[in-house]
């Protein structure tokens, strides 16, 4: 593992740059700002795609990446149990009893994740801390979908770039909109130059 140089390299991750191998506890660190990266795991013969969900991620809420206080969930990872494996995969620890899991829609696809809340004293509700984390509740009570404000983005130069409704928008694809961008922009190009500048600023 790059980051301990104690226990051994089986994951590495499609969507960092460069060339990166962690055991799974400080993947984990490594990424507990990055939720949507595609991780894969060394089963001995090949690399097999795995989710930081399946691998023991939680999303905490309020605290830059730290459990709340108050939730009990310290501890939850422990150095060295990356060693135990069930179906070729990193056996996991319990999660906190207090987690959520919530499906989230994202620029680059559709993720599931476990979130984890802030209960401190004077904390905002869930739709609201999820908000703060620039993420949008498709419900104010206890929210299970979410989407991302990068994926809301999206949609919208989508959708006024090519009148798309909503229906018709498609996130299977990280280049989502390098299609739907150059077809705004070659519609852009009877404007004027200002026009194709605020395209590209976008």
């Given at each position: 593992?790059?980051?301990?140089?104690s226990?051994?390299?089986t994951?590495?991750?499609?969507?960092?740059?460069?060339?990166?191998?962690?055991?799974?506890?400080?993947?984990?660190?490594?990424?507990?700002?990055?939720?949507?990266?595609?991780?894969q795991?060394?089963?001995?013969?090949c690399?097999?795609?795995?989710t930081?969900?399946?691998?023991?991620?939680i999303?905490?809420l309020?605290?830059?990446g730290e459990?709340?206080?108050?939730?009990?969930?310290?501890?939850?990872?422990h150095?060295?149990d990356?060693?135990k494996?069930?179906?070729?995969?990193?056996?996991?620890?319990p999660?906190?009893?207090?987690?959520t899991?919530?499906?989230?829609?994202?620029s680059?696809?559709?993720?599931?994740?476990?979130v984890?809340?802030?209960?401190?004293?004077?904390?905002h509700?869930?739709?609201l801390?999820?908000l703060r984390?620039?993420?949008?509740?498709?419900?104010s009570?206890?929210?299970?979908?979410i989407?991302?404000?990068?994926?809301?983005?999206?949609f919208?130069?989508d959708?006024?770039g090519?009148?798309?409704?909503?229906g018709g928008?498609?996130?299977?694809s990280?280049?989502?909109?390098?299609?739907?961008?150059?077809?705004?922009e070659?519609?852009?190009?009877?404007?004027?130059?200002?026009?194709?500048?605020?395209?590209?600023?976008?």
């Amino acid at each position: 593992c790059e980051t301990c140089q104690s226990a051994e390299a089986t994951f590495n991750c499609m969507t960092c740059t460069g060339d990166h191998g962690w055991c799974r506890s400080c993947l984990i660190q490594s990424h507990q700002s990055l939720p949507f990266h595609k991780i894969q795991f060394w089963n001995d013969m090949c690399f097999q795609d795995v989710t930081l969900a399946d691998l023991g991620f939680i999303w905490y809420l309020g605290h830059g990446g730290e459990p709340c206080p108050l939730n009990g969930a310290y501890g939850h990872q422990h150095e060295g149990d990356q060693h135990k494996r069930v179906d070729g995969v990193t056996e996991t620890d319990p999660l906190p009893h207090d987690t959520t899991a919530v499906t989230i829609v994202h620029s680059s696809g559709v993720f599931t994740h476990n979130v984890s809340w802030c209960h401190c004293l004077g904390s905002h509700t869930q739709h609201l801390q999820l908000l703060r984390a620039r993420l949008f509740p498709s419900s104010s009570t206890q929210p299970k979908t979410i989407f991302t404000f990068e994926v809301l983005d999206h949609f919208l130069i989508d959708a006024v770039g090519n009148n798309s409704a909503v229906g018709g928008y498609n996130v299977r694809s990280n280049a989502m909109p390098a299609a739907s961008l150059a077809r705004q922009e070659r519609s852009t190009l009877k404007g004027s130059a200002t026009d194709i500048s605020l395209i590209v600023s976008v």
